[in-house]
């Protein structure tokens, strides 16, 4: 009887799990067949000019300002969140009270909605620091809300390496520094470089709180204090106007295709460096 009731609980959860995998899969092949339908007819040589105009309501000034945002966000919380994971986990005692503190923050930031974000940045960057509205006012803060998560994720990659890559790169006569730089960050790169891949999809997805920093200007960013537009919030900026419906899922198209090309090329990178 106990047997045919585990079996029969074993049935049920599997069962369970397919029918869910299988809803969530159909709602993303969903989306995807929708924005494409309604997108595809609207991509024209006119969305890829480099000045924006009413009339061509070109993606390319937003396209070139999405990479630039993502490429400093990253620069500016990669190192931070990588750096201070490896001293929480290789040069700071396991149970210290430090770091259980520093992880209750990381945690806490984690939930915090991404428009309060947006009013810090306003407030510090924006105003406080003089920035205005900017590339930069608009990189610091996201940096500031995708840190908690590099951070996490790299901790949690490096604790999952066994104690005995480290036992034995100190046996051979390695130290310390070299043993985490040539033995453990390597065997991690998988796990962090999925936390980077998290970490822009957050970037490429932000609105909230890059309008209070970044600011909605149509034209290309010409450097750090100028402001400027994400796809997403080009988009957004799209949808509020009923004449471009057509236009903002052309945009959905390429930011999605966008997603995939970064996706695509962070596993590439994480396979390399693997194997190496």
Known sequence: MRLSKRKISDMFLKSLTW????LTFSVLVFIIIHVLVKGIPYIKSSLF????????????????????????SLL???????F???YLVEYTRRGNRFVKLVRAMAETLSGIP?????????????????WGYSLLAG?????????????RTTEESLKAIPDAYREGSFGLGAGRLRTVFRIVLPAAAP????????????IVGETAALIYTLGSASKMTTGFFSSGRTLSLHMYVLT????????AYATAVVLLALVIGINALSAYLARRIQNN
């Not at 480099?50 to 400093?72: G, K, R």
């Open 76 to 82: 500016i919380a990669v190192p931070l969140g990588v």
């Open 240 to 247: 509020s106007n009923a004449l471009y419906e057509g236009q």
């Open 114 to 130: 991404s428009i309060i974000y947006g009013l810090f940045g306003s407030l510090f960057f924006v105003t406080q620091l003089g």
């Open 49 to 72: 000019e480099l000045e924006y105009t009413p009339d061509n309501v070109s993606l390319l000034p937003s396209l070139i300002t999405t990479v630039m945002i993502v490429a400093l």
């Open 84 to 86: 201070s994971a490896i």
């Open 191 to 202: 796990g962090i470089l999925a936390g980077i891949i998290l970490s822009i999809g957050r």
């Open 19 to 22: 029918i869910l995998s299988a």
């Open 139 to 151: 990189s610091f803060t996201l940096s500031i809300m995708v840190l908690p998560l590099i951070m």
